[in-house]
């Protein structure tokens, strides 16, 4: 699976859109990317992902470049709730049996 | 539709016990895996099932068995628990559409383990 780099750490105010980063500049042809978060010590939760096209569903947006090498999530209007550490993961499924491989993340801070 | 649960949610092992966490999901999912997470780090992977009967390592199997005799349980063993298994842990299900695809994996509140 294709390694990711994120921001360690971003700000951002209620209200404004949260727009996260990731690069995957090793991603291959039949690997996803997907974003993940984990609130305070919760289980991880899903939030969406994407292949090539932009993807959106009720918790976020997923913008990836037209050459696939990197991606953003974008919350379009942040609230305190959504103070986490926010996860990039590609993975290619297939084989892999959907195994996930989690870096450090972005840990997102939302303030009033 | 509880989800996925873990029991317990604390425990605390002296050096050479062992335990068995409990992980059940009711979405009649495919997959199960197992997760640990040490303090400011990622998940890892320590061992995972495509279906009953059947189990894999990860990435950190090593002083770890498993074992998916029903498809909603995945058990997760540690038979002489140590110092370094200190951690939190997360288990995780999932539902195959495609083999080809990745799948949203659902996961469980976490069992936090010290060992002494």
């Known amino acids: 699976d294709a390694k990711t780099t994120q921001p360690p750490s971003m700000d951002c105010a209620e209200g404004r859109a949260a727009n996260l980063p990731c690069n995957h500049s090793?991603?291959?042809?039949?690997?996803?990317v997907y974003w993940y978060r984990q609130i305070h010590s919760q289980g991880p939760q899903y939030i969406i992902h994407?292949?090539?096209n932009n993807e959106t569903n009720e918790m976020a947006s997923l913008i990836i470049t037209e050459d696939r090498k990197s991606s953003t999530l974008i919350l379009p209007h942040a609230t305190l709730r959504d103070t986490a550490v926010y996860y990039c993961?590609?993975?290619?499924?297939?084989?892999?049996?959907?195994?996930?491989?989690f870096g450090q993340g972005t840990i997102l801070t939302v303030h009033p | 539709n509880a989800g996925v649960t873990q029991t317990p949610k604390f425990r605390v092992l002296k050096t050479g016990q062992s335990m068995t966490l409990l992980c059940a999901q009711d979405?009649?999912?495919?997959?199960m895996y197992w997760y640990r997470q040490d303090p400011g780090m990622g998940l890892r992977l320590i061992h995972y099932?495509?279906?009953?009967?059947?189990?894999a390592k990860g990435e950190v199997p090593d002083g770890y068995n498993v074992s998916r005799l029903k498809k909603q349980n995945f058990l997760l063993g540690l038979e002489s628990a140590a110092p370094s298994q200190t951690s939190v842990y997360f288990c995780?299900?999932?539902?195959?559409?495609?083999?080809?695809?990745?799948?949203?994996?659902?996961f469980g509140p976490g069992t936090r383990l010290t060992v002494t």
């Open positions: 995780a299900s999932s539902y195959p559409r495609s083999r080809d695809l990745g799948r949203e994996q659902y």
């Open positions: 994407g292949l090539k």
């Open positions: 979405m009649n999912h495919e997959y």
């Open positions: 090793t991603i291959s042809g039949n690997e996803y």
């Open positions: 099932s495509v279906g009953e009967g059947t189990t």
């Open positions: 993961i590609v993975t290619s499924g297939g084989t892999s049996y959907g195994k996930l491989t």
